[in-house]
Nanobody, 122 residues
Framework: VQLQAFGGGVVQGGGSLRLSCAAS????????MGWFRQAPGKEREFVAT????????YYADSVKGRFTISRDNAKNTVFLQMMNLKYEDTAVYYC????????????????WGQGTQVTVSS
């Protein structure tokens, strides 16, 4: 499966952005999906994950209550709605797909998209 993330940009602190991740070559319906991010000089970190049927979602503590992961399997797309953005949310955001249950460790993910840059100005 090929993944492409888009929707990043520059936003002021407190603002919102919605990232999308579109899949091609294979349906996303059988995969758990995740969003990760990587800030300059830092490790790639888990942001959110969702099960194949949207029944389960999990979030990093740093984004809980501000970010929402969702998916539309009919459109082969996963979303990350980000609200009340903070300067520390600045990073390249990546979407990824994995077999089985949703999870946090990036090593569990089988497919990755290219990143989309999110910059939050203070």
């Amino acid at each position: 499966v090929q993944l492409q993330a888009f929707g990043g940009g520059v936003v002021q602190g407190g603002g919102s952005l919605r990232l999308s991740c579109a899949a091609s070559r294979r349906t996303l319906g059988s995969y758990a999906m995740g969003w990760f991010r990587q800030a300059p000089g830092k490790e790639r970190e888990f942001v959110a994950t969702i099960s194949w049927n949207s029944g389960r979602t999990y979030y990093a503590d740093s984004v809980k209550g501000r970010f929402t992961i969702s998916r539309d399997n009919a459109k082969n797309t996963v979303f990350l709605q980000m609200m009340n953005l903070k300067y520390e949310d600045t990073a390249v955001y990546y979407c990824a797909a994995k077999y089985g249950s949703p999870g946090g460790p990036k090593d569990e993910y089988d497919y990755w998209g290219q990143g989309t840059q999110v910059t939050v100005s203070s």
